[in-house]
């Protein structure tokens, strides 16, 4: 039995999660739960999963929880990012799964590492903001670091025992919902349209992401903290289908693929049973039903954030926190009608731009960057606000 805490169970990897862990009862164990504040959400999973504990981080919703959890239950509530870290390290648990949105899965993941804790991680900005102390801890703390995202998940599945002969990592992506479209009609697009992405039912943070390919540009980071590779050996290419989930070459030239109907369970489960492989399939895949297999560059004049990724990573430092730092507030603003589409990237390039290159060894350097980097996003979304 596998004692299991998730981080961000409210969202859409924590809630399928919860549906693989469900399917193997004889398995896994949910121990904790964490969420920002849909506490409704988190109710329903603490009356139906019965854990030991739970955390909620914003005050209003803590005290809602509170009020509404019957007196019978043995669930232990917990508050603030503090209660977040504690239910990441508590000794109930023994593989604490990762799946918050943006930097806030940042210190759970420090904590898990340094309780021993073994880690399936699916918050790729807890990678982009601080990857060089993570992948620092998981080594001193002996942590095999499981990725969920199913293009590392499928990068992790092809290397196998092979790593020491791992030349090349190609990711895909399916292009996101605006992959055909020009860069002068990009200029107008409507949040809506934005969001409907054509393969994946994803969040609308990680979706506008995917539609910038920032979200692809955060993936080649992570891959080169995950996989110790160069950014120059990671390539990005747009594969419409989204069967192919990445590939890895060889030494000797030989490429290996991972290939599924996009399913984020499948990631999901073998992260959670690594290194065993469980029985339960959540889709079949027809080939005969799929009538061609295509790969095409990304247009980077099109999705410069891609660009902009690569070049953060290559400055080093503290530089992709504040790449992921103005992004988040970029999106958002974006989300709310504030800014364009567009803007999304003029506002983080200028942040890049603008703030200065710390070292990312600790915590408080990469929250300090992120920090800094938000100020500035914010003050450029002001005044962008205005021309609307």
Same mark, same amino acid.
């Given at each position: 039995?596998?004692?299991?805490?998730?981080?961000?169970?409210?969202?859409?990897?924590?809630?399928?999660?919860?549906?693989?862990?469900?399917?193997?009862?004889? =398995?896994?164990?949910?121990?904790?739960?964490?969420?920002?504040?849909?506490?409704?959400?988190?109710?329903?999973?603490?009356?139906?999963?019965?854990?030991?504990?739970?955390?909620?981080?914003?005050?209003?919703?803590?005290?809602?929880?509170?009020?509404?959890?019957?007196?019978?239950?043995?669930?232990?509530?917990?508050?603030?990012?503090?209660?977040?870290?504690?239910?990441?390290?508590?000794?109930?648990?023994?593989?604490?799964?990762?799946? !918050?949105?943006?930097? !806030?899965?940042?210190?759970?993941?420090?904590?898990?590492?340094?309780?021993?804790?073994?880690?399936?991680?699916?918050?790729?900005?807890?990678?982009?903001?601080?990857?060089?102390?993570?992948?620092?801890?998981?080594?001193?703390?002996?942590?095999?670091?499981?990725?969920?995202?199913?293009?590392?998940?499928?990068?992790?599945?092809?290397?196998?025992?092979?790593?020491?002969?791992?030349?090349?990592?190609?990711?895909?992506?399916?292009?996101?919902?605006?992959?055909?479209?020009?860069?002068?009609?990009?200029?107008?697009?409507?949040?809506?349209?934005?969001?409907?992405?054509?393969?994946?039912?994803?969040?609308?943070?990680?979706?506008?992401?995917?539609?910038?390919?920032?979200?692809?540009?955060?993936?080649?980071?992570?891959?080169?903290?995950?996989?110790?590779?160069?950014?120059?050996?990671?390539?990005?290419?747009?594969?419409?289908?989204?069967?192919?989930?990445?590939?890895?070459?060889?030494?000797?030239?030989?490429?290996?693929?991972?290939?599924?109907?996009?399913?984020?369970?499948?990631?999901?489960?073998?992260?959670?049973?690594?290194?065993?492989?469980? !029985?339960?399939?959540?889709?079949?895949?027809?080939?005969? !039903?799929?009538?061609?297999?295509?790969?095409?560059?990304?247009?980077?004049?099109?999705?410069?954030?891609?660009?902009?990724?690569?070049?953060?990573?290559?400055?080093?430092?503290?530089?992709?926190?504040?790449?992921?730092?103005?992004?988040?507030?970029?999106? =958002?603003?974006?989300?709310?009608?504030?800014?364009?589409?567009?803007?999304?990237?003029?506002?983080?390039?200028?942040?890049?731009?603008?703030?200065?290159?710390?070292?990312?060894?600790?915590?408080?350097?990469?929250?300090?960057?992120?920090?800094?980097?938000?100020?500035?996003?914010?003050?450029?979304?002001?005044?962008?606000?205005?021309?609307?």
């Amino acid at each position: 039995m596998i004692n299991i805490s998730i981080i961000g169970s409210t969202g859409s990897i924590g809630t399928q999660a919860l549906s693989v862990i469900e399917s193997f009862p004889d =398995k896994f164990r949910v121990v904790a739960l964490s969420a920002y504040s849909n506490w409704e959400k988190l109710l329903e999973q603490i009356l139906r999963f019965q854990p030991c504990a739970a955390a909620i981080i914003e005050e209003r919703a803590f005290r809602s929880l509170k009020d509404n959890l019957p007196p019978s239950s043995p669930t232990k509530l917990y508050s603030s990012e503090e209660g977040v870290s504690y239910i990441s390290s508590m000794d109930e648990a023994d593989l604490v799964l990762v799946s !918050s949105v943006g930097i !806030s899965g940042l210190k759970p993941v420090v904590s898990a590492i340094k309780a021993g804790k073994q880690l399936a991680l699916a918050t790729k900005e807890a990678l982009v903001s601080g990857g060089s102390l993570v992948m620092s801890l998981a080594k001193r703390y002996g942590i095999v670091i499981r990725p969920v995202d199913s293009e590392h998940s499928a990068v992790f599945q092809c290397i196998g025992s092979d790593r020491e002969f791992l030349n090349k990592i190609i990711l895909t992506c399916s292009g996101g919902s605006l992959r055909d479209f020009s860069l002068e009609r990009m200029k107008s697009v409507s949040v809506s349209q934005v969001l409907r992405h054509p393969t994946w039912a994803m969040g609308k943070k990680i979706t506008v992401d995917s539609a910038t390919l920032m979200n692809k540009g955060f993936e080649v980071i992570e891959a080169c903290h995950l996989f110790g590779l160069p950014a120059d050996k990671v390539d990005v290419l747009i594969h419409p289908q989204s069967i192919i989930h990445s590939m890895v070459e060889f030494s000797d030239g030989a490429i290996i693929a991972q290939l599924s109907k996009p399913d984020m369970r499948l990631a999901i489960q073998y992260a959670l049973s690594y290194p065993d492989r469980l !029985s339960k399939k959540w889709s079949d895949t027809d080939f005969l !039903s799929v009538s061609t297999l295509s790969f095409e560059k990304p247009d980077l004049a099109r999705f410069p954030c891609l660009g902009l990724a690569y070049a953060a990573f290559a400055a080093g430092g503290a530089s992709p926190a504040v790449l992921n730092a103005s992004n988040e507030e970029a999106v =958002k603003a974006f989300l709310e009608g504030r800014i364009r589409f567009c803007d999304i990237y003029a506002v983080t390039a200028e942040v890049i731009s603008k703030i200065e290159v710390i070292k990312a060894d600790s915590l408080e350097n990469i929250y300090y960057a992120d920090s800094q980097a938000r100020l500035k996003a914010l003050e450029l979304i002001r005044r962008l606000e205005k021309t609307l």
